[in-house]
Nanobody, 122 residues
């Protein structure tokens, strides 16, 4: 089992920056994809960004492309999300997640972490 814990959220003014971090513990696997998701008030959870375990491949939602950067932390058991030029619509609870991938490429299991609140004021 992989355990994930997000941190770094808080209040921030529009146009500001914030860095979120997710620490992973427990079992690790040779093929893992790492994610950030978010859920805005009254909305479903939505995809934000993804990164391969090696860090050589990333993907972003159109709404955050060019403003957010996902990366492996300096410690290899962390996932970071650098958020710049924040907008009020970025206000949400942010979650980290990890997908265990089978050798054939299918998702075996998705692990979810607890969220951290980001509130962007106008």
């Amino acid at each position: 089992q992989v355990q994930l814990a997000a941190s770094g959220g808080g209040p921030v003014p529009a146009g500001g920056s914030l860095r979120l971090s997710c620490a992973a513990s427990g079992r690790t696997f040779s093929s893992v994809l790492l994610f950030w998701f978010r859920r805005a008030p009254g909305m479903d959870r939505e995809f934000v960004a993804a990164i391969s375990w090696s860090g050589d491949s990333t993907n972003y939602a159109d709404s955050v492309k060019g403003r957010y950067t996902i990366s492996r932390g300096n410690a290899k058991n962390t996932i970071d999300l650098q958020m710049n030029s924040l907008k009020p619509e970025d206000t949400a609870v942010y979650y980290c997640a990890a997908d265990r991938i089978r050798p054939g490429g299918s998702v075996e299991y998705r692990y979810w972490g607890q969220g951290t609140q980001v509130t962007v004021s106008s």
